[in-house]
């Protein structure tokens, strides 16, 4: 995977050009930056000589399947897991030979790992402590802290007495309370239930944007990832396939992994038959049409197209349009609240659609004649990895 | 569907076989206390009130003490050591502490009595190094360190259980979060670790109050311990109704110690873990 090298839309992946301005943090200056890290275990390679620069004040997300290398970025960057190599500079400085607990980085645990033999405050409390703080600048921080994530009923309990999103709130507070300048989250809402981890994420983006510090958060959870972050890194096999806001990754995968693991994605293939103003031109359903995306090789190309881009048509449209019609007939439709998903079997291949409930005038059956229509700038080719 | 009297049915045999060989003769000591060689509770006031018993009251409590904390105290550094060590190193450590485990007490009681005597290897490099000659043997040193000796694996597998439960990301977020080593586990692992450390403790002193056989060896008859008193006033002068008294009283002081702990940490959690 030469992800680096590749050129998506004409630009450089990843560079703020890229990115659409107005978020906070993308044109920040880099506050903490990954150079070259590499980490091995034995002959396995967990991390393979990632580059990455976290600007200050920004919500990352590092996400990628399980074995991507992610955690083991994120331990590294917390002082945990010690890299084989390559330099970790925080303010400038490198922080790779320090300690955890010189870093002032503040950690969100999978499972929160509140200390069971204290209470709700004096877990907040803690990394207070630990500095030395005066008793009234502790117990003035603490509740404000837990007050900020609505818990300042609960200061006297024992974390065993809280349910699992209170137990993420005061893990949550006892990260942030000594003011670090970046805080990381491993899988923050991972262990809630889906509809728990819904309004937490916004509480979270909230939090966020109040207290301004920089979040690195790590999940393989792409919803969480797309509706947080103010970008993602997309990770696969310890490398980085794709850096970008999720709005941008969404609509321009770079590669066919990414276009399947955010959202869903039809792959078809076609031949490319040459190249237009720095787009490829490829011949489908017996058109010739230029589609935006990877520009690397001749031969067949593949093409990503967002399932909700694909509307259902009765009738043969006429041409002459941008638009791409693809001839098939409807094999399976689901019902999915406020979509159909609709499985229809093209001369192209299997594609599936999803159309909006409310627009349907008529809702597609099984054995349907269809025309599967979309325009030609929601074709995105992908690179086939 | 009610599953609970065939349950019942199942555990029926245990129960009839331990009410038969342990709670019918415990019923028989506590009769025999109240009984011989009149009725009535002069045996306790007798026992009360001797100075000898008294004496080997003491002693026992001064041997169990010690022994207790020695044990906990080595017994702590095992178990720490052994779930910081690799997991080669941890099937070595745990054959060397199963194995005395597995030896009989009279065995390595007497073994004891060899490494501690005064021809002994301890005494030949005291010598060697030109001190005097230690009295280990015969004496309260003597029967600690074979007590300790046998009583260290109990306490370490005790706290082992304990230690083994603590969430390893519990001391990575204290790192985390600013605390280095020490103050981890000072203010950390340490305390998560007590009940554990509490639960060795009252094992070990419940089974050090019992002692007989080390005792009897290392002290030669100059350490007497409870076990070994009622154990002569039984066997060699038959005062049958002293000797149930003092078997009575000391299952009293265990089963005492087992309630307290009862009361102050939760006893069924520390055991099933």
């Given at each position: 995977m030469k992800a680096a090298r590749v050129e998506v839309g004409g630009k450089p992946v990843g560079?703020?050009?890229?990115d659409r301005s107005g978020?906070?943090?993308?044109?920040?200056?880099?506050l903490l930056s990954v150079r070259n890290i590499v980490k091995r275990y034995g002959s396995a390679v967990?991390?393979?000589?990632i580059c990455l620069d976290v600007r200050e004040g920004e919500l990352l997300t590092m996400l990628?399947?399980?074995?991507?290398?992610k955690t083991t970025l994120l331990m590294m960057l917390a002082g945990f897991v010690a890299p084989t190599q390559g330099e970790m500079l925080f303010e400038g400085a490198?922080?790779?030979?320090?300690?955890p607990e010189k870093r002032n980085f503040g950690m969100v645990f999978q499972g929160y790992a509140?200390?069971?033999?204290?209470s709700v405050f004096d877990n907040v409390a803690f990394p207070l402590r630990i500095r030395r703080q005066p008793k009234e600048v502790v117990r003035e921080k603490v509740l404000s802290v837990l007050k900020l994530v609505h818990m300042e009923a609960y200061a006297?309990?024992?974390?065993?007495?809280?349910?699992g999103g209170q137990q993420q709130r005061v893990a949550l507070a006892r990260a942030i309370v000594f003011d670090p300048k970046v805080l990381l989250l491993d899988e923050?809402?991972?262990?809630?239930d889906r509809q728990l981890r819904a309004s937490l994420q916004d509480e979270l983006k909230a939090l966020h944007r109040r207290l301004g510090t920089t979040f690195v958060c790590v999940t393989h959870d792409q919803e969480e990832a797309m509706s947080m972050s103010d970008r993602v890194v997309v990770m696969r096999e310890g490398r980085i396939v794709q850096i970008g806001e999720p709005a941008a990754i969404y609509s321009r995968p770079q590669t066919r992994f990414v276009a399947n693991f955010l959202g869903e994605s039809n792959i078809l293939h076609a031949p490319v038959v040459g190249s237009e103003g720095g787009k490829t031109v490829i011949r489908i359903a017996g058109c010739r049409v230029p589609v935006g995306g990877a520009?690397?090789?001749?031969g067949e190309a593949c093409l990503s197209i967002r399932p909700e881009h694909v509307a259902i048509e009765y009738t043969a449209p006429n041409g002459g349009t941008d638009d791409i019609a693809l001839e098939g007939h409807v094999r399976d439709v689901t019902f999915v609240g406020a979509d159909y998903r609709v499985h229809i079997e093209t001369e192209a291949g299997p594609i599936i659609a999803r159309c909006r409930t409310s627009e349907q005038a008529r809702i597609p059956a099984p054995g349907d004649q269809v025309w599967a229509r979309c325009r030609a700038s929601a074709v995105w080719r992908v690179i086939s990895d | 569907m009610n599953d609970q009297p065939r349950f019942a049915a199942l555990v029926a045999p245990m129960l009839i076989l331990l009410g038969l060989v342990y709670l019918v003769p415990l019923f028989g000591v506590l009769l025999i206390s109240v009984t011989?060689?009149?009725?009535?509770?002069g045996n306790y006031a007798n026992v009360l009130q001797s100075p000898a018993i008294g004496r080997v009251a003491l002693t026992t409590a001064r041997i169990c003490g010690i022994t207790t904390i020695l044990s906990v105290v080595i017994g702590y550094v095992l178990a720490y050591a052994y779930v910081s060590a690799s997991a080669g190193m941890r099937r070595m450590m745990m054959l060397f502490i199963l194995v005395p485990l597995w030896t009989s007490v009279l065995i390595r009681t007497f073994a004891w009595l060899m490494i501690l005597g005064d021809n002994g290897p301890v005494n030949g490099v005291v010598q060697s190094m030109g001190f005097d000659r230690l009295a280990?043997?015969?004496n309260e040193l003597g029967v600690v360190i074979g007590m300790t000796h046998y009583l260290v694996p109990y306490a370490m597998l005790t706290i082992l259980a304990g230690m083994a439960g603590i969430d390893e990301r519990l001391t990575m977020a204290s790192r985390g979060l600013g605390a280095g080593p020490v103050m981890t586990f000072l203010k950390v692992y340490f305390p998560l670790t007590l009940p554990g450390v509490f639960a060795g403790t009252v094992l070990v002193l419940v089974l050090a109050l019992g002692f007989y056989v080390t005792p009897i060896i290392l002290g030669?008859?100059?350490?007497?311990m409870m076990g070994e008193y009622i154990s002569t006033q039984i066997?060699?002068?038959?005062r049958w109704g002293i000797g149930s008294v003092l078997a009575t009283l000391l299952m009293l002081v265990v089963l005492l110690t087992i309630a307290a702990a009862a009361r102050a940490v939760d006893l069924r959690r520390i055991f099933t873990v």
């Open positions: 560079t703020p050009a890229n978020s906070r943090g993308v044109n920040a200056p880099v967990a991390v393979d000589d990628g399947p399980s074995g991507s290398g490198n922080v790779a030979p320090l300690p509140l200390f069971p033999h204290l006297e309990r024992m974390p065993k007495a809280l349910s923050p809402l991972g262990a809630l520009t690397n090789a001749a | 011989e060689p009149q009725p009535g509770l280990m043997m015969h030669g008859g100059r350490v007497v066997l060699l002068i038959s």
